[in-house]
């Protein structure tokens, strides 16, 4: 009875029909999670996260409210004071502006002469953690006062989703960055059109969906009809387009696509950076390796079309990592004896502190602390920022600070 009632309906039906009440339930899933307007909100600092976050004694920021200077953070009942992500960012403007020895530090953002930094997050092996390093980084590098442009290249749009958009529901037709790199000059737009901002004060989102696959499907006929040249080669068409926004931010970091397509290979040419994502085990490892392979020879087949490549950096973090694992250990231990200072010496643990945030669509910098259990986010957290932190100090190395 069951198998003839299958025969009544297509497998494209019955797929379309699971694919709707999916989406449907996790759009009614979201807007219980943030009612009533459905979007993601920010959680408050402390006074002691924010002295943390500025490298100032909190009683200096106590002072400064009691003085009403800079800004005038919320008081609790309790007398506490929280302050709010562009209160934090306000601070170190006006911190940086009083104290002018100490300015790069209290406002990093990058001067007059240092380039926009454009880091790849990349590896064609699901389940290393590629967007879960993305979405941890873009919200660390926001802490630090920094500008961030974020990019969902996956057509999956799993970085999206961190953000509070679901794909089907809330990107419509031409808003994504294949909008902006699209072969059709009367559909094509500017990059800032489909930029939008997030919840996180100085980060924003290109956001993803499945309209994404549209240039891995046009880029072979562009090439045949002679559309993909000079600046709008197909490589070169993601570099050309960011340098519209470079004025705007200090890092984009793109989260690349689990496969080597036209898209990917777009990414690690405007690059300046890559991080390639590993889960250390042997499955994953050889698996890496033939990403390796792949990308060398692609690599060089755009060399010979006339791309120059050139990477300040190209760097790879272990992710999920259990530190007790013997064959983890042995594993991470042939690749540091191979690659050397090219693996990160930080490297992001396994721990149910990310899973957990992740159920809420959000990072471990948006949970609120008494959320999870002390211990377990405070050491979830020590190998999150440890691993940020490493890339930071990469890019504050190219741009000529010590």
């Known amino acids: 009875m069951l198998l003839a009632a299958e025969h009544d309906e297509t497998s494209a039906e019955k797929i379309a029909r699971h694919s709707d009440l999916l989406s449907r339930q996790l759009q009614s899933l979201r807007e219980k999670m943030y009612p009533p307007e459905a979007m993601k909100k920010l959680k408050t600092f402390s006074s002691r996260e924010v002295a943390g976050l500025l490298g100032v004694a909190e009683s200096s920021l106590r002072q ?6 800079a800004v005038i953070p919320e008081r609790l009942d309790n007398g506490r004071r929280i302050y709010t992500l562009p209160q ?8 940086a502006e009083k104290r002018p020895s100490d300015a790069l530090r209290l406002d990093p953002r990058r001067r007059h002469g240092e380039k926009m930094q454009v880091l790849a997050v990349a590896n064609f092996k699901g389940g290393s953690a590629k967007t879960t390093t993305t979405v941890h980084l873009a919200h660390y590098l926001a802490l630090q006062g920094l500008r961030v442009l974020a990019i969902d290249l996956d057509p999956q749009a799993s970085l999206s989703a961190m953000f509070g958009y679901q794909p089907e529901f809330d990107v419509d037709e031409n808003q994504t960055l294949y909008a902006a790199i699209r072969y059709d000059d009367e559909e094509r737009v500017p990059l800032s059109h489909v930029i939008r901002k997030t919840y996180f004060d100085g980060l924003d989102l290109v956001p993803g969906n499945l309209e994404l696959m549209e240039y891995e499907h046009e880029t072979p006929q562009a090439i045949a009809q002679g559309l993909s040249r000079g600046d709008g080669m197909f490589f070169r068409r993601m570099a050309t387009v960011l340098k519209e926004v470079e004025d705007d931010y200090d890092v984009v970091l793109i989260d ?6 036209y898209l990917t290979l777009g990414a690690l040419y405007a690059a300046t ?3 390639i994502t590993v889960h250390p085990a042997m499955l994953d490892v050889s698996s890496m390796n033939q990403f390796l392979s792949m990308t060398s020879e692609l690599l060089a087949v755009i060399e010979e079309a006339g791309g120059t490549l050139s990477h300040d950096f190209v760097r790879y973090l272990l992710t999920r990592h259990t530190p007790h694992d013997v064959p983890q250990v042995n594993v991470a231990a042939l690749l540091r004896g191979l690659f050397g200072e090219d693996v990160l010496a930080a490297s992001i643990v396994e721990t149910t502190a990310i899973a957990n945030a992740g159920l809420e669509k959000k990072s471990l910098y948006e949970v609120e602390r008494g959320n999870m259990t002390r211990d377990t986010l405070n050491r979830a957290l020590e190998s999150v920022d440890a691993a940020n932190t490493e890339v930071f100090q990469l890019i504050k190395q190219v741009w000529g600070r010590p």
Not at 88 to 95: D, H, K, S
Not at 256 to 261: C, D, E, I, V, W
């Open 273 to 275: 950076g890559i991080v």
């Open 256 to 261: 690349a696509p689990p496969q080597l397509g």
């Open 88 to 95: 934090i960012n306000e601070l170190r403007r006006y911190l």
């Open 64 to 69: 400064l409210s009691l003085n009403g200077e």
